[in-house]
């Protein structure tokens, strides 16, 4: 039972457009949301998140949205650039007791970004 | 400051065989981590600790083993390595909501 879901396992977009990455999830319980990069041989990077009491936050070119009645985020980055060809993990926390969360991840969208 | 260590890199092993993932931190995290990427399963968590001296599972621990030496050290341990176990491993520290990975662990069991 998936919790975090990304339905498309890869996107090409043209360098200066806008890419749109997808992320459903389904357990309510969900508190925060992440958005990681990640390079072959390397480990994922954080780059965005949002918590989920806001609907929307931005950094540069990247743009997270949140909508909680559809249970659906959704990552922009705009003007999209060659260097942003990698694959992305959408992650969900899941509040747990005393100090540690816990982190549930899809299972990503490689994103190519053609010239 | 290297943030999170993992080593090896790089690891082959016979069906049977143990060996034990090493991963050091130097963010001064409570928490830490250990997930497996696989192709198609994005990662999932095997083991995580909340603070020195605790551990609990995660959504496939069953294989595993870990310990959390001291705040600085989490380590993975395969008692008896099986093909299904093949997989890209990563360690992770967090505070919070936020988890910062190590450079992962490409182990292959023959």
């Known amino acids: 039972d998936q919790q975090v879901k990304q339905n498309s396992p890869s996107l090409s977009v043209q360098e200066g457009r806008i890419s749109i990455l997808n992320c459903d999830y389904t357990n309510s319980m969900f508190d925060y949301f992440l958005w990681y990069k990640k390079y072959p041989a390397e480990g994922p990077t954080f780059l965005i998140s949002i918590s989920s009491i806001k609907d929307k936050n931005e950094d540069g070119r990247f743009t997270v949205f949140l909508n909680k009645s559809a249970k659906h985020l959704s990552l922009h980055i705009v003007p999209s650039q060659p260097g942003d060809s990698a694959v992305y993990f959408c992650a969900a926390n899941d509040p747990l007791t005393g100090t540690a969360s816990k982190l549930t991840f899809g299972t990503g969208t490689r994103l190519q970004v053609t010239l | 400051n290297a943030g999170v260590t993992q080593t090896p890199k790089f690891q082959v092993l016979k069906t049977g065989q143990s060996m034990t993932l090493q991963c050091a931190q130097d963010m001064n995290h409570n928490s830490m981590y250990w997930y497996r990427q696989d192709p198609g399963m994005g990662l999932r968590l095997i083991y995580y600790s909340a603070s020195e001296g605790t551990t609990d599972k995660g959504e496939v621990p069953n294989g595993y083993n870990v310990s959390r030496l001291n705040k600085r050290e989490f380590s993975l341990r395969l008692e008896s390595a099986a093909p299904s176990q093949t997989s890209v491993y990563f360690c992770?520290?967090?505070?919070?909501?936020?988890?910062?990975f190590g450079q992962g662990t490409r182990l292959t069991v023959v």
């Open positions: 992770a520290g967090g505070m919070n909501t936020e988890a910062f």
